[in-house]
């Protein structure tokens, strides 16, 4: 069975750090397409950050040159390190996984057959 379980959400003051965590079960990690989208309150869901193969990342311009996406192939993880928090940021993340063959590459618009439960983060100014 495959499931994706989030992680380490929480409230920061802005200019602080969070990292993010999807145990992945089902499933091994290491070429899947894999992202993380948020959601902001009020707002449509966004992409944040994508992975497939190491070196690959691909992020929002939103949050370039602040977040980092990686895989931990030996624990079957993903992750996003998060600094330099801004309220804008506040939003339920969730991490997702395209386990089948897409021609258009790993990107926010790839359908995602599986999807985490999400983990709320807050940035308070």
């Known amino acids: 069975q495959v499931q994706l379980v989030e992680s380490g959400g929480g409230s920061v003051q802005a200019g602080g750090s969070l990292r993010l965590s999807c145990a992945v079960s089902?499933?091994?990690?290491?070429?899947?397409?894999m992202a993380w989208f948020r959601h902001p309150q009020g707002s449509e869901r966004e992409g944040v950050a994508t992975i497939q193969l190491p070196g690959s990342a691909a992020y929002a311009e939103s949050v370039k040159g602040r977040f980092t996406i990686s895989k931990d192939t030996a624990r079957n993880t993903l992750s996003l390190e998060m600094n330099d928090l801004q309220p804008e940021d506040t939003a339920v993340y969730y991490c997702?996984?395209?386990?089948?063959?897409?021609?258009?590459?790993?990107?926010?618009?790839?359908?995602?057959?599986?999807w985490g439960q999400g983990t709320q983060v807050t940035v308070t100014s």
């Open positions: 089902g499933f091994t990690s290491s070429d899947v397409c």
């Open positions: 997702a996984a395209r386990t089948f063959r897409w021609s258009g590459g790993c990107s926010f618009r790839a359908p995602y057959n599986y």
